[in-house]
């Protein structure tokens, strides 16, 4: 295993632009180990085949090692255990209970409502805006709380949530989420006393016909992972309107052709998408990855940024091409543990994007662009434009 390249998660060039970095591990071995501070080395897949086949894997699965908890009061703990860290028919029964609220079918359905919020949350940019902090940061957040049903009165405590979660593990986290889960009792709770088309009624009334249902503690969990899981696409639409200022004849053929925006939000996931490593899985038992052994009881992820711009999978990897079809990118994951939303982040990323090019057609960065140095997610700073 001498030739299985080391990656530091602190190396500035890394931290700096992953995308390259991650180009020579993948080149030399489909499997690396990564290294970062306060964690014992564990196991990388590079390249898009193997990564694909490890997270549909059933001898390797996630666990409560795979996260880092905040730390939160002991009346929090039991909603702390989210249906992206059970496997087997705990994780499949689950996962079919919630699965009809989030069909391609439901999205489109919503999209009206989002598209309200899209172009209320544009009429109160100021003149000179940061469209990370001003937009993009505050639109998961209430698309959420239309889904959820939660009150007008009560929209800017949950803004803040949704600020705190956005900003990643940290103290602002860790106070929020009794918070969180408090507001989310009480959503659940109106839910069951004053069923509406809300996302929580819905998932209220759910009913098997083994009569099999959502608990409350279920339910509550599930609202807290939508605030958490509803986040990505803050970062994939300041990542994308960053990437398309950047190549202006991709961005003006998607202001020339607005069918394309389907096939370019994908594509932009390919590209410039936040998540950069997927949650850890554990190895079962011993395997073999791409020809390298792996011990068992090991984290392993596979490293998104590497394996979609792998050559093997696809065409001139490195370039953005909004209408590249087919594109089997990995930017919602794979297999059993899948995105559950990820029908609803691609429709909600559409309608944001949309509306900005055709409101702004003088769109332009302000400034120089910096993004946050962290090995698992890649997201600006502050994404300043004139409009």
Wanted: one cysteine or more; aromatic letters at 6%.
């Amino acid at each position: 295993m001498t030739d299985v390249p080391e990656i530091d998660l602190t190396d500035p060039a890394l931290l700096r632009d992953p995308f390259t970095a991650y180009t020579a591990a993948r080149e030399q071995s489909p499997v690396a180990r990564l290294k970062a501070p306060g964690f014992g080395p564990f196991w990388a897949v590079t390249r898009h085949e193997e990564a694909r086949a490890m997270l549909g894997d059933p001898r390797l699965a996630t666990n409560e090692h795979s996260y880092q908890r905040p730390d939160v009061p002991e009346h929090c703990l039991p909603y702390m255990r989210t249906m992206s860290e059970m496997n087997g028919a705990e994780h499949t029964r689950l996962r079919r209970l919630v699965a009809p609220a989030f069909t391609p079918r439901r999205a489109a359905e919503f999209a009206p409502r989002i598209e309200a919020i899209v172009e209320g949350l544009l009429d109160e940019l100021p003149p000179r805006p940061d469209l990370l902090a001003d937009f993009a940061r505050p639109l998961p957040i209430a698309v959420i709380c239309e889904m959820v049903g939660i009150p007008a009165a009560d929209r800017p405590q949950w803004r803040e949530y949704g600020a705190a979660v956005a900003a990643g593990h940290g103290e602002s986290f860790g106070t929020a989420i009794p918070r969180i889960l408090e507001d989310a009792h009480a959503a659940v709770a109106r839910g069951r006393e004053r069923p509406g088309e809300d996302l929580v009624s819905g998932l209220a009334r759910v009913m098997e016909e083994d009569g099999d249902r959502l608990s409350d503690t279920e339910l509550v969990t599930m609202v807290w992972t939508l605030v958490l899981a509803g986040q990505t696409p803050t970062n994939l639409i300041a990542n994308a309107i960053a990437a398309l200022l950047a190549h202006p004849a991709q961005l003006a053929a998607l202001r020339a052709e607005p069918e394309l925006m389907p096939r370019a939000v994908d594509e932009l996931m390919r590209w410039c998408g936040p998540q950069l490593l997927t949650i850890p899985r554990f190895t079962k038992e011993k395997v073999e990855i791409g020809g390298v052994p792996i011990p068992e009881g090991v984290p392993v992820t596979a490293s998104i940024a590497a394996a979609n711009r792998d050559p093997r999978a696809f065409t001139d990897p490195d370039r953005l091409d909004l209408r590249r079809e087919p594109s089997p990118h990995l930017g919602f994951g794979h297999g059993p543990h899948f995105c559950v939303g990820s029908s609803l982040a691609r429709v909600q990323t559409g309608i944001a994007l949309s509306a900005v090019l055709r409101r702004f057609p003088d769109l332009a960065l302000a400034g120089e662009l910096q993004y946050t140095p962290d090995p698992g997610t890649w997201r600006l700073t502050s994404l300043p434009v004139t409009i």
